[in-house]
């Protein structure tokens, strides 16, 4: 009985471990589109070996790939226009509490699911934003309105010391 598949597959977890840990280990949500293409690339890739199909040229393809992904964060780095073009730029969704139907046409995003990100976010109404996006990572950046941002440490002192103004001026 042929037992070298159990080799490969030891093989493929120590190889594939090393691989995206230098790949790198954000969560699938703020993966570019680039390196989620890569991830699930070299899923499949890995396998292969146990089909007898050459492990180290598995091996060899996966780390070209990873060398492929570093080459054009680099190079987004370099060139502001390439990194437009590969990872696209935040939608604003949300201008002074009114949804931007165009844009939420265009990210695809209804208007139950923006709701209930913002919930997720402690938004329970749209009225209270002042504006939001959603970013390239698939997150929601947003600002809220004035009135509706919560006290602050030192909206809370001041609002201390005018009291204690109040009270002195009284007596």
Do not use: C
């Not at 989620?36 to 598995?58: A, D, Q």
């Not at 780095?77 to 009114?98: A, C, H, R, V």
Request: charged share 20%; glycine share 6%.
């Amino acid at each position: 009985m042929q037992l070298d598949f159990v080799w490969k597959a030891v093989l493929i977890i120590i190889m594939g471990t090393l691989l995206l840990r230098i790949a790198g280990r954000n969560s699938i949500s703020k993966l570019t589109v680039s390196e989620l293409v890569l991830m699930s690339t070299i899923g499949p890739l890995l396998s292969r070996p146990i089909e007898n199909k050459g492990i180290w040229t598995s091996f060899g393809v996966a780390s070209i790939l990873i060398l492929t992904v570093f080459v054009f964060q680099f190079l987004k780095l370099k060139f502001d226009s390439l990194e437009l073009l590969l990872t696209g730029k935040s939608t604003i969704i949300i201008e002074d509490g009114i949804l931007n139907m165009k844009n939420m046409k265009k990210t695809r995003l209804t208007t139950e699911n923006l709701k209930m990100r913002l919930h997720q976010l402690g938004i329970t109404s749209i009225n209270d934003v002042a504006w939001a996006s959603l970013e390239v990572n698939g997150q929601i950046g947003y600002k809220l309105k004035p009135n509706s941002q919560p006290a602050t440490k030192q909206d809370i002192q001041n609002l201390v010391r005018l009291i204690e103004t109040k009270i002195l001026e009284s007596k």
